[in-house]
């Protein structure tokens, strides 16, 4: 049961205009989001995040919207540059305290210079 | 700061042997460490986590006795797959969270891609 999922393998996206990725939910409980950034052979790196009593953080060309209604979260990426290509993983967790990460399947963004 | 290190960055070992990947944080002291598995094109998954000094908790379907985790000290967790089979064969990568760090973040190893033959 996939319980965080990006619909969305993969999206290209010419370079200086805006990515958007999206990623759906199922689960009530999750309270906290995610989104890693992952290159080929390397770990996943901690992008930006948001909690469920926010619908909007930003963090410099980086913008996060929740909509807890419709279960669905979104990652601006605005202007996008060269370096921006890479798989992205949203993640959730449940209640505070649960250290646990939920991640979804992930979507390759592709920056086309 | 908060680099996490993995080593072997991948490994080859005939079936029926056993392997063991190590995490290290190297300039933090981390509390919880995670294992995860990727298999291609598909998300990561949670395989366990360990608190130093204590038993590793394991999520529903993953064998204890066959992914055994170690977290002996605050910067070292090891994973140690015994009897490996080439279902076994995928990227493995762990994380820590630092002590007194946010409970959400997890600062991530670059990975383990584990071969078997």
């Known amino acids: 049961d996939q319980q965080v999922k990006q619909n969305s393998p993969s999206l290209s996206v010419q370079e200086g205009r805006i990515s958007i990725l999206n990623c759906d939910y199922t689960?009530?409980?999750?309270?906290?989001f995610l989104w890693y950034k992952k290159y080929p052979a390397e770990g996943p790196t901690f992008l930006i995040s948001i909690s469920s009593i926010k619908d909007k953080n930003e963090d410099g060309r980086f913008t996060v919207f929740l909509n807890k209604s419709a279960k669905h979260l979104s990652l601006h990426i605005v202007p996008s540059q060269p370096g921006d290509s890479a798989v992205y993983f949203c993640a959730a967790s449940a209640q505070v305290g649960n250290e646990k990460l939920t991640f979804g399947t992930g979507t390759r963004l592709t920056i086309i210079p | 700061g908060a680099v996490v290190s993995q080593h072997p960055s991948w490994v080859i070992c005939k079936s029926g042997t056993s392997v063991k990947i190590e995490c290290r944080s190297l300039?933090?002291?981390?509390?919880?460490m995670f294992w995860y598995r990727q298999f291609p094109k598909q998300s990561l998954m949670l395989m366990a986590t360990?608190?130093?000094?204590?038993?590793?908790?394991?999520e529903q379907g993953v064998e204890k006795d066959k992914f055994l985790i170690n977290h002996a000290s605050l910067t070292l967790s090891t994973l140690t797959v015994t009897s490996a089979h080439p279902e076994d064969s995928s990227f493995y990568i762990c994380?820590?969270?630092?002590?007194?760090?946010?409970?959400?973040?997890?600062?991530f190893g670059p990975g383990t891609r584990l071969t078997v033959t």
């Open positions: 994380s820590a969270r630092e002590r007194g760090g946010h409970t959400y973040e997890q600062y």
């Open positions: 360990s608190n130093e000094g204590s038993k590793a908790t394991y």
């Open positions: 300039d933090f002291q981390a509390t919880t």
């Open positions: 689960n009530s409980m999750f309270d906290y």
